[in-house]
């Protein structure tokens, strides 16, 4: 079963730029998330999808940060204009339902420089 | 609200010797609780999982057990190896499955 994949690996760019990044979840889950795991700290969950709806997207950054899953499947993360402090590793993980029990498999992460 | 505290790193051990990562989580209602796994270089991998009081989560040697009374899941293993070296992430999953990590504890397994 493939897993979750991410692109791309790496990215530097300078402050006020954008910068997008793409996930492809495990076939079938329903469920896809992003995470924020600044250097030394855990992951900080963004923003979480239900299928193509938004089910918790609390601690995303609004006035900067915007995602989409268009169609349920594919998501994208994008940052316009990107501050100094949103370097760090940008994750994706799926999981088949949004239940408690439900393992979350994460994709590679983006490493995101800003400079 | 939902939270997580892990001990501290770096955690250096040789080879062999008995590891063990304290985890304790404050959560509403009842979560189910996780291990997660980073190796150099890699994504989050799931090391172990329990979902109820009293369950015992293992992998790969490692244990955890879901300590309802003192609110903890600490992470053992009797005999690490050098292959063991990664950070670990102790995680809860609330109502929703959102989860929530600790930040993580470095262990450097030397021969």
């Known amino acids: 079963e493939a897993g979750v994949a991410q692109s791309p690996r790496y990215k530097i760019i300078e402050k006020r730029q954008s910068v997008a990044f793409w996930c492809n979840p495990i076939?079938?889950?329903?469920?896809l998330y992003w995470y924020q795991q600044i250097l030394g700290q855990g992951p900080k969950l963004l923003i979480q999808?239900?299928?193509?709806?938004?089910?918790?997207d609390s601690q995303l950054p609004k006035d900067r940060f915007s995602a989409e899953r268009l169609k349920g499947v594919d998501s994208t993360l994008k940052i316009q204009p990107a501050k100094l402090e949103d370097s760090a590793v940008y994750l994706c993980?799926?999981?088949?339902?949004?239940?408690?029990?439900?393992?979350?498999?994460f994709g590679p992460g983006t490493r995101l420089t800003v400079l | 609200g939902n939270s997580v505290t892990q001990m501290e790193g770096p955690v250096t051990l040789s080879e062999e010797a008995f590891l063990t990562i304290n985890c304790t989580y404050t959560?509403?209602?009842?979560?189910?609780l996780f291990w997660y796994v980073q190796y150099p270089g890699e994504g989050l991998q799931l090391l172990l999982k329990?979902?109820?009081?009293?369950d015992k989560g293992s992998n790969k040697g490692f244990e955890a057990t879901y300590r309802k009374e003192t609110t903890s899941f600490h992470l053992e293993k009797g005999s690490v190896q050098v292959s063991d070296s990664a950070v670990y992430f102790c995680?809860?999953?609330?109502?929703?499955?959102?989860?929530?990590f600790g930040t993580g504890t470095s262990l450097t397994v030397i021969p």
């Open positions: 993980a799926s999981s088949l339902e949004a239940r408690g029990l439900d393992t979350q498999y």
């Open positions: 076939s079938g889950h329903a469920t």
């Open positions: 999808f239900q299928n193509n709806g938004v089910v918790d």
């Open positions: 959560a509403t209602g009842y979560p189910s």
């Open positions: 329990a979902t109820k009081a009293d």
């Open positions: 995680a809860l999953s609330s109502t929703g499955n959102q989860f929530y």
